[in-house]
């Protein structure tokens, strides 16, 4: 049983920042690669982040990087998010890996409710 809960967005400002949590347990944590997904308004599902199981790879999708961090403590994983940009907005979800790859949402086989991210201009 996998049970993962988003929590954290909300509303701010272009080149504010935010902290999402998305609450696991060690055990899922621990035998799974996580990632962070979103999906804006009229677009498709993409990858944004991951971590693998052991904790010491992260992954960040080219639209993120140097901006996002994805880390995990104490059966919870997180997204740090810098320098937020209008385009950041979207719903966030995490997930489980249990496919080949970390860059496709098709291979992540346990989802979050999500938790929305609003970025004003």
């Known amino acids: 049983q996998v049970h993962l809960v988003e929590s954290g967005g909300g509303l701010v400002q272009a080149g504010g920042s935010l902290k999402l949590s998305c609450a696991a347990s060690e055990r899922t944590l621990s035998n799974y690669d996580m990632g962070w997904l979103r999906q804006a308004q009229g677009k498709e599902r993409e990858f944004v982040a991951a971590?693998?199981?052991?904790?010491?790879a992260t992954y960040y999708a080219n639209s993120v990087k140097g901006r996002f961090t994805i880390y995990k403590a104490r059966g919870t994983l997180y997204l740090q998010m810098n320098n937020l940009k209008p385009e950041d907005t979207a719903v966030y979800y995490c997930?489980?890996?249990?496919?080949?790859?970390?860059?496709?949402?098709?291979?992540?086989?346990?989802w979050g409710q999500g938790t929305s991210v609003t970025v004003s201009s």
């Open positions: 997930a489980a890996h249990t496919g080949s790859d970390y860059y496709h949402p098709a291979t992540y086989g346990y």
């Open positions: 971590i693998s199981y052991g904790g010491d």
